[in-house]
């Protein structure tokens, strides 16, 4: 029997919830995208490991590999466009969602809403650069670091940066091992022995996550400290630097195994998308 408070908090679902028709098959068709993106990462970061240095483990590259497929074309746009609705999800999400919170903790959820809209944005625009034979050489990152680094107190402003992507690694990492997770999927997604292989899933994914987020805050910061924008670096650069350390092949092939389960967790959570 449904408790008052669980009467409550349906209640007062987001009218944009994934329980909302059209917005359910936005978020999993978005999910799906996200999610072949990974696992076309994870795909790169391992054979960087095994000694295939041809490809780049970042979006941009996993869109340049999804190019040499069979209507690669075709697909790269496909993804790019399920992205883009994953942000129109999120935006929607940050200016009328979150409804079953109140106060300080619905205000942190809809900016956190923006910072993952901004996020699929960012990934998309990648596809369709590559799509259009503009795709980025790899030096985007310290592009905007360099702009950042120029401004009025931009020593400061690149610190902060990385200071905010380290403390996003960690809450993924923190998220891996919370009841946080399972409340990405369903009621039926949670269940069974499917429910705990996606969990497992889950937990590596998100802590691998977390790990490369947070050495790409590193190097963030590293530029910061040494006012030199060439040290930072995007999630490429970031598993490069884990290759050239003590057993790099083996960490590297590790983080991109963890980089796989997080999309194979992100498909679980398109086919088992939660409504709350």
């Known amino acids: ?18 329980d909302s028709g059209w917005i359910e098959h936005v978020a999993r068709v978005g999910l799906v995208a996200y999610a072949v993106v990974y696992l076309l990462i994870a795909w790169l970061a391992i054979q960087l490991a095994l000694g295939d240095s041809e490809g780049k483990p970042s979006s941009s590259g996993a869109f340049r590999e999804l190019a040499q497929q069979p209507f690669g074309d075709v697909l790269i746009w496909v993804v790019a466009v399920g992205l883009f609705l994953l942000a129109a999800w999120q935006l929607l999400e940050a200016a009328v969602g979150h409804r079953d919170e ?18 699929y944005v960012a ?6 650069k590559v799509a259009v034979g503009s795709g980025s ?3 985007g990152e310290e592009t905007w670091t360099a702009r950042l680094m120029s401004a009025p107190a931009g020593q400061v402003l690149v610190g902060l940066v990385a200071l905010g992507i380290i403390g996003f690694g960690l809450v993924e990492i923190y998220r891996a091992w919370t009841d946080k997770l399972a409340e990405k ?8 022995r499917s429910g705990t292989a996606y969990l497992a899933f889950g937990k590596i994914g998100y802590t691998a996550r977390g790990v490369a987020f947070a050495i790409v805050g590193g190097l963030v910061g590293y530029a910061a400290v040494t006012h030199d924008a ?4 995007g999630l490429d650069q970031a598993l490069m630097e884990v290759l050239q350390q003590p057993f790099g092949p083996a960490l590297l092939c590790a983080i991109g195994i963890g980089l796989a389960c997080f999309g194979v967790f ?3 959570q398109a086919r088992h998308l939660s409504g709350d």
Request: glycine share 16%.
């Open 102 to 119: 109140e106060g300080a903790t619905r205000a942190g959820k809809r900016v956190a809403s923006v910072g993952k809209a901004l996020v």
């Open 137 to 139: 050489s790899g030096q």
């Open 266 to 268: 992100t498909l679980a």
């Open 123 to 128: 990934i998309g625009a990648s596809g369709v």
């Open 185 to 192: 999927l369903d009621a039926e997604g949670r269940s069974g």
């Open 1 to 18: 029997m449904p408790t008052p408070r669980s009467t409550a908090r349906s209640s007062r679902r987001s009218p944009i919830s994934p």
């Open 230 to 233: 060439s040290k930072s670096g």
